[in-house]
């Protein structure tokens, strides 16, 4: 009798277990994100303190977010091998290192450098997909990468307390308000200590014995599947859902600011706005994903987002036409005004959100025994996405005039990978049995 319940007690110890590592690792993921990218916000009053000009303070974020994306990869394959508890732990106590320096940092060539050192944080999103990975049964990984992916919503944690303690960011200078020092740097204090406490959480709460998926294995058998084109699209998908998200959430308070003439207290709490439907509907993608497949789910995404980034690319102005007699007249006069961009931006968070978890949800479906390798692959390339899409809407600004063309961006890029995908699936239909149309969404055969 007592063997014939082992196995049900067992199968349930490890449903517990994997609960606790998926909050748990939710938890952890969405302050780490906060540090990741708190100077989006912070930018305003480190410029003000320090003099910079615009490009010095861009590449304060850059460099962050640079860092918080390189090293997602060897992140993810470290978690494969040793186990998630012991590289979330070491990876939030090492940032809170850098992040204390930060209250004290007074020269911009300091702030640099820790701002690259404090982007680590971003790494953790790799180690958090393998580790659930790990623990969670396949019928429910859409529904656990997606919950930990909704980590993301950290992205507003400094914008919030912004919006909610505006006199946090009053002040500056090496004076200090209590324990905690005055200004923008009471964010870096707070974060230090939050950043120790979870991982002593994270110690107590997850199981100790941990799910190992790749122990032992050789190197070259963990990164064999990055030489199949599958894995590079499905990273060019991450880099328009989740890169354009992370380029987005540093971007857009200084648009709302540019644009529309708005405080920045009120520009932090609009952009909120965009990256609380890009987060929190995460868990809803994974959902879609796991009912309905999540190929359909990314031709929904893209869908939605190539009507309303090609909506929001329209730019601002009218037609002027020069007539004979020397009149002239106006024509088609278009505007886009602050509320139906709000409402339309939000909309393209939501795709964004249900984007994400789909695309991870592919990862367990086609490579298994390699969802660090993989998984930290996308990743990696994802968040550079959020390194490189910055100064590219920019430059597209300065050579067009138009700021909306930092949608014609997106629309691009958008555009690329439904037509990839979209000629894959019909590739796909050509190439193998007409029986393969029923099956589309279990089983990818041909990249």
């Known amino acids: 009798m007592a063997t014939v319940q ?34 989006g916000v912070l930018g305003v009053p480190i410029q ?26 060897p992140a993810g394959m470290l978690t494969d091998r040793v186990g998630g508890r012991i590289v979330t732990v070491s990876m939030l106590l090492l940032t809170a290192i850098p992040c204390f320096f930060l209250t004290q940092v007074g020269s911009y060539g300091a702030l640099l450098i820790l701002a690259f050192l404090v982007g680590f944080a ?15 049964s396949r019928d429910r990984q859409g529904f656990a990468l997606g919950v930990f992916g909704a980590g993301n919503v950290g992205a507003s944690v400094t914008k919030l307390l912004v919006v909610l303690f505006p006199g946090l960011v009053v002040g500056g200078g090496a004076a200090t308000m209590g324990f905690f020092p ?57 880099v328009v859902v989740f890169g354009a998200y992370v380029a987005l959430s540093a971007w857009m308070p200084k648009y709302y600011v ?4 708005v405080e920045l207290r009120t520009a932090a709490l609009l952009t909120a706005l ?6 929190l509907l995460r868990p809803v993608g994974g959902i879609f994903s796991d009912r309905f497949g999540a190929r359909r789910v990314m031709y929904w995404t893209f869908g939605v987002m190539l009507l309303v980034s090609g909506i929001l690319m329209m730019p601002n102005g ?27 931006l939000f909309v393209l968070g939501c795709a964004m959100g249900v984007g994400k978890a789909a695309v991870y949800k592919h990862i367990p479906e086609y490579f298994p025994d390699n969802v660090g390798s993989v998984g930290g692959l996308v990743g990696m390339l994802g968040g550079l996405g959020g390194f490189f899409l910055p100064p590219l809407f920019a430059y597209t600004k300065v050579w067009s005039g138009f700021p909306t063309s930092t949608f014609f961006v997106l629309f691009l890029l958008t555009a690329v990978c439904a037509a990839w995908m979209h000629w894959t699936v019909i590739h796909m239909l050509h190439t ?9 969404e279990l089983k990818e055969s041909v990249s």
């Open 432 to 440: 193998q049995s007409p029986e393969l149309a029923r099956d589309l």
């Open 48 to 73: 003000k303190e320090l003099g910079l000009s615009d490009p010095q303070l861009a590449w304060i974020s850059a460099v962050a977010v640079l860092n918080g994306s390189m090293w997602r990869l």
């Open 318 to 344: 009218h037609i002027v036409i020069d007539h004979v007699d020397g009149s002239t007249t106006n024509h088609l006069a278009y505007a886009m005004g602050l509320v139906p961009f709000t409402v339309l």
């Open 182 to 238: 005055s200004g923008w740097r009471v964010f870096p204090a707070i974060y230090t200590i939050a950043l120790v406490v979870t991982a002593a959480l994270v110690l107590l709460v997850v199981p100790r014995k941990d799910k190992v998926a790749g122990s032992g294995k050789p190197l070259g058998e963990m990164l064999a599947p990055l030489k199949e084109i599958r894995v590079w699209r499905f990273s060019l998908y991450y």
């Open 6 to 39: 082992a196995a049900p007690r067992q199968r349930v110890e490890e449903r517990g277990g994997a609960t606790r590592v998926m909050w748990m690792s939710t938890l952890a993921f969405t302050l780490m994100f906060a540090v990741w990218l708190m100077f």
């Open 274 to 279: 965009f990256i609380f439907p890009a987060s």
């Open 258 to 261: 540019d644009n529309f003439d």
């Open 122 to 136: 971003g790494n953790l999103f790799s180690v958090g997909i393998a580790w659930n990975s790990a623990w969670t």
